[in-house]
């Protein structure tokens, strides 16, 4: 089964089960799709790909929001509570990520590939990770790893 096929009984068990807050992420996840499908010039080769995709930027999303709204504490409960249960519940659909010990790793890696020396090379590290490895790393991580190692 597909994961269009996987979010659509999701969706349809979640709204005879009356689970607001599972129809509320499906919707959102299916209406990018469907946005990404009207763009002109679109294509797609791989369902799949198009929809983990699609996941996986609104996640991206959803963690940027979160940031936004965790320093409001109690003023913004209900949204972080609606966000974390909306990642909770898109994290089978996304790429299991590595951890920090196997990212360092690669951050070393990288380093030594690239021949940094200092801070100034951060960008071309994380670059290099991020091109090899881009569905299994943080991002935030790989920077945070790489600016530390590299001073």
Avoid at 32 to 51: H, V
Avoid at 80 to 98: C, D, N, Q, R, W
Wanted: proline share 3%.
């Amino acid at each position: 089964m597909g994961i269009e096929e996987q979010l659509t009984t999701r969706l349809t068990e979640a709204m005879r089960g009356k689970r607001v807050a599972e129809m509320n992420v499906l919707r959102m996840v299916k209406t990018q799709a469907a946005k990404d499908r009207a763009a002109p010039g679109f294509t797609c080769d791989d369902e799949d790909g198009f929809w983990l995709g699609v996941i996986q930027r609104y996640v991206r999303q959803q963690k940027k929001a979160l940031a936004e709204y965790e320093p409001l504490g109690e003023r913004a409960a209900a949204q972080i509570a609606e966000i974390k249960f909306e990642l909770e519940y898109l994290a089978p659909f996304g790429p299991s990520v590595l951890g920090e010990a196997e990212t360092a790793a690669l951050v070393d890696a990288a380093i030594a590939e690239t021949g940094a020396a200092g801070p100034k090379m951060l960008g071309k590290v994380v670059g290099a990770v991020m091109k090899a490895h881009k569905d299994r790393v943080d991002a935030e991580l790989v920077k945070r790893i790489a600016a530390a190692k590299l001073g």
